[in-house]
């Protein structure tokens, strides 16, 4: 699987939008792009994923660059609950048996 | 959505004793779950796939004696940690993926802190 490039932390203020950066400059045409987050002591949460169009769901969006070789992720209002670790991770498709390997993610501190 | 149980979600015990953690889907079928540990500060490090009525395939460095590994059914895998030493204690992590496989999320359970006394 590719791998990725994510800034070690950023911040961001209550009520604004959060854009999480993700480079994987690396990426080939059947990997998916995934991004989980984690709360402290507490599993990953799955957040979205996509391969090569801007998805969008209740939690956020994403938005893929059209050589694919980076991302965004997009939390349109922050709330303090959204304080965790961001991991963005790409993974070839249709491998059912194979776990997701994650990097050091970005730790986003939400403040007021 | 997909959920993942993992009990307990913290155990202390006593060297040189054994600890089960268990891990189930609750509203799907999973042939694979994985298993995670991580220490503190530190990102999850992937330990096992977990395969349905076959032996488990263990990363490098995780020694298969120690960290044994059961997945009895479609639903349910476990995680057993023989001999317990203090250097064990982390925080355990389980996942799964639904049978339809392909592009869907892995999903995870909310882990397990085991302190090792």
């Known amino acids: 699987d590719a791998k990725t490039t994510q800034p070690p932390s950023m911040d961001c203020a209550e009520g604004r939008a959060a854009n999480l950066p993700c480079n994987h400059s690396?990426?080939?045409?059947?990997?998916?792009v995934y991004w989980y987050r984690q709360i402290h002591s507490q599993g990953p949460q799955y957040i979205i994923h996509?391969?090569?169009n801007n998805e969008t769901n209740e939690m956020a969006s994403l938005i893929i660059t059209e050589d694919r070789k980076s991302s965004t992720l997009i939390l349109p209002h922050a709330t303090l609950r959204d304080t965790a670790v961001y991991y963005c991770?790409?993974?070839?498709?249709?491998?059912?048996?194979?776990?997701?390997?994650f990097g050091k993610g970005t730790t986003l501190s939400v403040s007021s | 959505g997909a959920v993942v149980s993992q009990h307990p979600s913290r155990v202390i015990c006593k060297s040189g004793t054994s600890v089960k953690i268990e891990c189930r889907s609750l509203d799907f079928q999973a042939t694979t779950m994985f298993w995670y540990r991580q220490f503190p500060k530190q990102s999850l490090m992937l330990m096992a796939t977990s395969n349905e009525g076959s032996k488990a395939t263990y990363e490098q460095g995780v020694e298969k004696d120690k960290f044994l590994i059961n997945h009895a059914s479609l639903t349910l895998s476990t995680l057993t940690v023989t001999s317990a030493h203090p250097e064990d204690s982390s925080f355990y992590i389980c996942?799964?993926?639904?049978?339809?496989?392909?592009?869907?999320?892995?999903?995870f359970g909310n882990g397990t802190r085991l302190t090792v006394t």
């Open positions: 996509g391969l090569k």
């Open positions: 991770i790409v993974r070839v498709a249709n491998q059912a048996g194979t776990a997701l390997i």
């Open positions: 690396t990426i080939s045409g059947n990997e998916y």
């Open positions: 996942s799964a993926r639904e049978l339809t496989g392909g592009n869907s999320p892995l999903h």
